[in-house]
């Protein structure tokens, strides 16, 4: 389990120390919260609401909620002569990271860990319809966001 | 004449697999002529394979030692039966059981905390295929120099070739303390692997019998001898294991 819980993790932060933080948290957090697991219910189910709760409450004390970035400021972000490295995942891992916090997560269970839309809510603690518009949601934006990153690659290789 | 433009949540349901076979067949027809909205459909349908593709090399990086030394029960406090039980299931899936050690003295404190670092340190090294050590028994006098140099002391490495275990290296790790630990690792002929993990305990010299414990299908003897504390893990039973650590503690100790 360790390994699933670190790829989430991973996903979720966009960050491999920030990432192992957070499984150690919530492993830390199983282990004392044990008692409060039913045998026989799914304990991966369990410990992704685990890590849900732990990184939702550190993105609240760190007040590290995202702000909403308009088009325009996202263009400049992503475009504006960054000179990041130009590679696809690096893309990719842009684009996650300025995804809403609630659309990444969902986007991670559903797509990376392979979770049904039902597991998801319960991991998430939200309805299942909900699961679904921040699915749709967040599917279309991490679809613009890639778009917009495509057009500007060849900008960052002129020599 | 233009097609009626395709609604998103249609497309979603199409993409969610949701929909009645028939719906989504004849979706899929609409699309082919609706080039702007299938481009879109294969950009979400994508998204999976781009997301395992970035992200799954995270399963098989080595765990790091913080990791698993938090996957493991916490201080008994108050007890309670349905909790012992989870314990138990939790421990299985997580892949550590850490029910082993709890040895009935606790006089040598810092040897409790040993044999399990030992124990960690080789379940995650010893299943590593490209690079189990960080200096090869190829430089022998460098690994030995530079162990000896980082744990402050003259350090020697057994040598088990009549036991059918060649040294592969070794490589230098934190203690759980923080301070410097010494590993080196064996192998044999069928590729099964022994690591001793020498600790220099130079905070509390003591000495201990020999001990045994076993963590997680990881058996382990160990022992302090002065300031450096040794345990010799493998995933041998305990009389196998006995016999080589009797072999390493001789020569240590001539």
């Known amino acids: ?155 960052r290789v002129v020599k | 004449m233009n097609p009626a433009p395709l609604d998103d949540a249609a497309l979603h349901a199409l993409v969610d697999g949701v929909l009645p076979p028939a719906r989504a067949a004849a979706l899929e027809a609409q699309l082919a002529a609706q080039p702007e909205a299938a481009a879109r459909v294969a950009a979400w349908r994508a998204q999976p394979h781009a997301l395992r593709a970035r992200f799954d090399a995270v399963l098989t990086e080595p765990i790091p030692l913080a990791l698993l030394q938090a ?41 409790i905390t040993l044999p399990r670092e030992a124990a960690v340190a080789h379940a995650v090294y010893a299943p590593e295929v490209r690079h189990p050590v960080e200096v090869t028994a190829a430089e022998h006098a460098h690994l030995v120099a530079w162990l000896s140099k980082r744990l402050g002391t003259q350090l020697s490495v057994p040598v088990l070739e009549a036991e059918g275990f060649r040294l592969v290296g070794g490589r230098l790790l934190p203690s759980a303390a923080g301070g410097p630990v010494a590993q080196f690792m064996y192998q044999d002929a069928g590729g099964q692997r022994l690591t001793l993990y020498v600790r220099n305990d130079a905070q509390a010299p003591h000495d201990t019998a020999f001990r045994f414990a076993r963590e997680n299908g990881v058996s382990v003897f160990y022992w302090v001898d002065g300031r450096l504390g040794y345990a010799l893990s493998g995933e041998l039973e305990r009389a196998a294991l006995l016999k080589i650590a009797d072999v390493v503690y001789r020569q240590l100790n001539p």
Not at chain 1, 80 to 95: V, Y
Not at chain 1, 132 to 141: A, P
Not at chain 2, 73 to 94: F, K, N, Q, S, T
């Open chain 1, 1 to 155: 389990m360790i390994p699933r819980l670190r790829r989430y993790a991973r996903a979720l932060t966009g960050e491999r120390a920030a990432a192992d933080d957070l499984v150690q948290d919530t492993l830390e957090r199983a282990w004392r919260k044990l008692a409060l697991w039913r045998p026989g219910s799914d304990l991966r189910a369990w410990l992704f609401t685990i890590m849900h709760n732990v990184f939702v409450n550190q993105v609240r004390a760190r007040r590290l909620v995202p702000l909403a970035l308009d088009d325009a400021a996202l263009a400049e972000t992503i475009g504006g002569g960054d000179p990041g490295p130009a590679t696809d995942l690096m893309d990719l891992d842009r684009a996650l990271a300025r995804l809403p916090d609630e659309q990444r997560a969902v986007l991670l269970l559903v797509g990376l860990e392979q979770f049904s839309y039902q597991e998801a809510a319960d991991v998430l603690a939200v309805p299942i319809g909900t699961v679904m518009s921040r699915l749709h949601r967040g599917r279309e934006r991490l679809r613009e966001l890639l778009d917009a990153a495509a057009p500007v690659q060849p900008l």
């Open chain 2, 71 to 111: 996957n493991r029960r916490p201080p008994p406090r108050r007890w309670r039966a349905a909790a012992a039980a989870g314990w138990l299931a939790l421990g299985a899936v997580l892949g550590w059981s850490g029910h082993a050690l709890r040895p009935a003295a606790d006089r040598a404190g810092a040897a």
